[in-house]
T-cell receptor
């Protein structure tokens, strides 16, 4: 069993829809990252969370430390949001472990 | 501009020919790390460094070496590359921005092919 599980693996949405991507992990962590990778490969860090909730524009990330679960929400989705979204957990000791990623396609 | 710079971006080499992928950051970050990304396996951490002269193994360190002699540089060394090291490599650094936000910044990636 992977230490970091993401769901769904693939997601197709219509423009404007509300999107949720989930991440569950099995180890103790000091922080959790949500990353975005567009076709062509560049990786951008969207959020780093250790508790609670963060918001940036149309993106919202939440984490529940007790339940070992985090969600990434995209409100009013747009085709430019199409990308791979990756959850990564920072274990105590600063090792970073990645989920397999969620491939999101937003259709206009 | 705050950034992580990797070189080369693309490299084709042959088995056994030593190579170094450089990584440099201009944000005075203490934490730096290397990852490889492979189809079906996702991103995996190779090595990381919490500060100068401090390095630790990640999940897949075999066949790689790193050094951290200065804060800004964290080169990845393949002493004797093999075809199973053909991959897309990313360097990243992490630190606190002037805004107070803790961010992880990735380089653009280096695509390495070992024949």
């Amino acid at each position: 069993k992977n230490e970091v599980e993401q769901s769904p693996q693939n997601l197709t949405a219509q423009e404007g829809e509300f999107i949720t991507i989930n991440c569950s992990y099995s180890v103790g962590i000091s922080a959790l990252h949500w990353l975005q990778q567009h076709p062509g490969g560049g990786i951008v860090s969207l959020f780093m969370l250790s508790s609670g909730k963060k918001k940036h524009g149309r993106l919202i990330a939440t984490i529940n430390i007790q339940e070992k679960h985090s969600s990434l929400h995209i409100t009013a989705s747009h085709p430019r949001d199409s990308a791979v979204y990756i959850c990564a957990v920072m274990e105590y000791g600063n090792k970073l472990v990645f989920g397999a990623g969620t491939i999101l396609r937003v259709k206009s | 501009e705050a950034q992580v710079t990797q070189n080369p971006r693309y490299l084709i080499t042959v088995t056994g020919k030593k190579l170094t992928v450089t990584c440099s950051q201009n944000m005075n970050h203490e934490y730096m790390s290397w990852y490889r990304q492979d189809p079906g396996l996702g991103l995996r951490q190779i090595y990381y460094s919490m500060n100068v002269e401090v390095t630790d193994k990640g999940d897949v360190p075999e066949g790689y070496k790193v050094s951290r002699k200065e804060k800004r540089n964290f080169p990845l060394i393949l002493e004797s590359p093999s075809p199973n090291q053909t991959s897309l490599y990313f360097c990243a650094s992490r630190g606190v921005q002037p805004t107070g936000a803790n961010v992880l910044t990735f380089g653009a990636g280096s695509r390495l092919t070992v024949l």
